[in-house]
Every structure is written in C-alpha cells, then in structure tokens.
C-alpha cells in the first residue's frame, strides 16, 4: 500500500494461487538459498557459536556487495487501511520511498574557531589522517561482522558504548548480513566542549542474506574519542539515522528473531518470536503472486517484513503514523522496501491480502518512490488488484465503502482520489476499492501486460497518463478514465 488507506478483507487465498498471467522473467526463486533447516526448526533460523539463539540469531560469514548508490530521497507516500468493523483495520503507509539516506544527530558542519586558511574543501591534512585512521577502525569492524566475530567488531570501541553495539551485532547476524561497507563522508568534526572527542558521518551499504545485491544504505553519525597523535581512535557510540526520510531501522534499535525463507525475511523481536513459522509461511505465498508485478525486471532478491510490537511500531522507521494505519512500505535504496506490520492490528484473517498489496509495492514501485499523487490510484489500484489474487469483483468487501464515496463527497475524478492524513475510514476504504476497480477495468479491457507497461510509463518513466494511454492502449485517456469511472460505478450498485 501507500499513503493512508485501506482495502477490505477479501477471503484470504492461498499462496499457491497466483493471477493469471505467465511468470514475469526475472523471477529468481530458484537460485535463492531456501530456508535453514538446521538450528531453530520454529522459525527457521540457525544457531551461532557466540549468540543466544532466543534472539534468533544465525550466522552467513562472508559475502559482498556493489557499493552502495546514491539515490535521491522522494516525498512520503501513505498506504491503504482495512476496515475497523472487519477487524483487522490494516492500513499499509508507503513512507520515503527514496534511498535511506537519513539525516545524522547533532552533527556539526565545521569545527568552531578554526581558521579558514588552515582548511580546503577535504578539512585539514589532520583532519584526513584521523579520517583515515577511524575508516580503518570501521573496515576492521566491518569484517568482524561479517566474519562473525562479535569479539572483533566491539573491539574498537569503549566499553560504554559495547551494550548497544552487542544488540546491533546480534540483529544484523539475525538478519544474514551478507555486505556491509562502511564509508566517511568527510572529515570527522571536532565535538564542542569535549576535549579529545570527535564526530564522522559514516554511509553504509549493506546487504542481508543475498551476497552481491544491490545495497541498501543508511547514513549514521559515529562518535569518537582520541587520547594522543599515535593512539587508534576508540568508537564511542553509533548515533541512530534520523527520522527524516525513513527514520532508525529495526536492526539500529531492537532485539531481532529472525526467520528466513526462499523469497522472503520476517523479523520480529524475540517477544512475538512464536509468531514467525506463521508470518514467514503467509509471506512465501504472498512473494509468489507479488513477483509477477515486478514492472521493470527482476522482482526483489528478498522481501523483508518487519513485524512490530507495540513499543516497536512507536519508534521503529520514526514512528508518528495515522492511527488507522496496520502497516506501511518504506523505500531504504537499492531497490529495496522494507514493509512493517503492527501486531496489535492484526488478526489472522487479514495478513494474506495485506501481504499481497505489501509486497506488491515492494516490487512494483521504482527504487524512488513516486512524487505525483495524482497517480495513487493506479499505484494503489495496482496492489489492490493483486492483493485481491483473481477474486470475481462481487466478492470485493469494499464494494459498500466505493458505493459510500461514490455518491457522495468524491469528484469523479481518479486524479483526486488520494485520501488525506485524517480521513474516516470508510473514505479510506472507498478510495482504495475505486483504485481497485479501475484497475480491474482497465485489466479486463486490456490484460494484465499492457496495464504493467501503463503503470511503468506513469509510475517509473513520470508520464502523463494522456501520453502513457496513447502509446500503450491506442486510446485516449479522457475517455478511458470515463469509461473506467462508469465501471465502477455500477460495480458499486
């Protein structure tokens, strides 16, 4: 889903039952590695040598990747809610689809009071040999955890600061980190009023469980104290990314349990641990149907689902969302969206659609998002439709939410569907079932390939939806957008 709304709870459908169209190429199942069966038969994890298999800890050493790209950051989106009379009340926020590049704490530009001709655009030549120095100190982390070697990865740091790396050790291995790769952004920066201590803002590319993926990223602030000229600078504390666009991942703040299966990744803390055979189980069925929807190539290497608790939902990617909302996508670079699912909205019943629409976005939407909200419709209307996996169009539960907002309080115009932040839940619904019903117009007149190539022009090329109708249905838009609304119009009774 995206911004803010939700969809009814169709009959959930079998994994195995997928639209009807011929798998798109790209689809690379087969060469994944399948879920472990050695260690924790529960969930799937394996145990490690040096963690506490409560927390789902398991090791994959080894692995790289590409370094990581530069994406830029996009506007937020929102995602559909399930109706609170259903009893699942499922909202999925599309949020920051952009690289996750996040904004560091506290980090200071420019060391106060130090005078400009000592300085050129790369800091002082002393300011780069300690960059250096505490690059090498990362690089030696980096390989540590990789390595498993959760000795090596605390061993630059001070003993205060060896708690919370712990617990970030422990979930990155949860998660099979396969590449992390560490890089200074500039010179480190001296921190005011505290002799000796130092701030570097760190990108990091990472990868979890598939080697050589296209990374992930995350902008960190890293603090450091050094003692003298010679001594290797001592890690301090890893400051988590900002909230501003995608906010602290899970990993930074959180005890992980982890299960891990040929398509996807369902993580949740150790509390909720009983829940992941289930999850992961729903999740496998869900990426067989959302990998048909991946428009422009190979679907994900994995789709990661994070499953929060209470206190998790409050912080995790930031927070602060609608108080409809069950759930959310978040772009994080690399061509990957992590989704997150609210425990305490869920009920059995409502997890397989909302997993469909999920990870449908996951493997639909361009690594930047989409800026126009005029095209939320077919955005949504798309992972409606897949969500919905084939069911005949009377059987769609929101169909008395469309008839609602159909006569009444909506223009008639698709381009102006998007709900805003605080709209009732029934104008949520209805926007995502008028998406859905587009969408499943335009499917029945044209087949499931050229709508793809329609949403890959509007979505991923940033056409108009004038042109993309031209060039992909041989029909102008204006009179398929009245033709679509006509349709859904009667399907709402």
């Not at 000592?118 to 090498?136: F, V």
């Not at 992941?276 to 929807?293: H, M, N, T």
């Not at 609602?404 to 009732?424: E, F, I, S, T, Y």
């Not at 190539?453 to 249905?473: L, N, P, Q, T, Y």
Request: net charge negative; with cysteine.
């Amino acid at each position: 889903m995206t911004d803010g709304d939700e969809q009814p709870a169709g009959p959930a459908a079998s994994g195995d039952d997928q639209p009807a169209t011929a798998p798109r190429d790209g689809d690379r199942s087969a060469e994944q590695p399948t879920a472990v069966e050695a260690g924790d038969a529960a969930t799937g994890t394996r145990p490690t040598d040096d963690l506490p298999t409560a927390a789902g800890v398991h090791p994959l050493v080894g692995g790289d990747g590409p370094p990581p790209e530069t994406v830029p950051q996009l506007p937020a989106t929102r995602g559909r809610r399930w109706r609170l009379w259903a009893a699942v009340g499922l909202v999925l926020v599309l949020v920051a689809c952009g690289v996750p590049g996040v904004l560091l704490l506290g980090l200071v530009r420019d060391a106060a009071g130090r005078p400009a001709a000592e300085r050129d655009g790369r800091g002082t030549a002393a300011e780069r040999r300690l960059g250096e120095r505490m690059a090498a100190q990362l690089d030696r982390q980096a390989a540590a955890l990789l390595d498993g070697d959760r000795a090596g990865f605390l061993a630059v740091a001070e003993p205060a600061a060896r708690p919370a790396l712990t617990r970030r050790y422990a979930a990155l291995r949860a998660l099979w980190v396969t590449a992390w790769r560490p890089a200074a952004d500039g010179v480190p920066v001296a921190v005011d009023r505290r002799p000796g201590e130092w701030r570097l803002a760190v990108t990091v590319g990472y990868c979890f469980v598939v080697p050589g993926c296209t990374p992930g990223s995350v902008e960190l602030g890293t603090r450091w104290r050094v003692t003298g000229d010679e001594a290797e600078p001592r890690l301090v504390a890893v400051e988590e990314s900002g909230a501003t666009p995608a906010g602290a991942r899970p990993w930074e703040v959180s005890d992980l349990a982890v299960a891990v299966g040929k398509r996807a990744v369902v993580a949740t803390t150790p509390a909720l641990r009983a829940k992941l055979p289930g999850l992961l189980a729903q999740a496998e069925a869900a990426a067989k149907v959302a990998d048909l929807y991946a428009v422009a190539g190979a679907p994900p290497d994995r789709y990661l689902v994070y499953y929060a608790g209470r206190a998790e939902w409050q912080r995790w990617y930031g927070g602060g969302r609608p108080k409809w909302t069950a759930g959310y996508a978040v772009g994080v670079g690399g061509g990957h969206h992590d989704v997150v699912l609210n425990a305490q909205s869920l009920t059995p019943t409502g997890v397989d659609d909302l997993l469909r629409h999920e990870l449908t976005h996951a493997a639909s939407l361009p690594d930047r998002g989409y800026a126009d909200r005029s095209s939320w419709w077919l955005v949504e209307g798309l992972a409606e439709y897949a969500g919905a996996d084939g069911q005949l169009v009377d059987r769609y539960e929101g169909l008395a939410e469309v008839r609602k907002l159909v006569r009444g309080g909506w223009n008639g115009r698709l381009d102006a569907l998007a709900p805003a932040d605080d709209a009732a839940d029934d104008r949520v619904g209805g926007a995502y079932g008028i998406g859905y019903l587009a969408v499943r117009h335009l499917v029945d007149r044209y087949g499931e390939q050229r709508v793809l190539d329609f949403f890959r022009a509007v979505v991923h090329e940033r056409r108009s939806m004038a042109e993309a109708a031209d060039e992909v249905f041989g029909d102008p838009w204006s009179g398929l957008h009245d033709d679509c609304v006509a349709y859904l119009r009667a399907a709402a009774g």
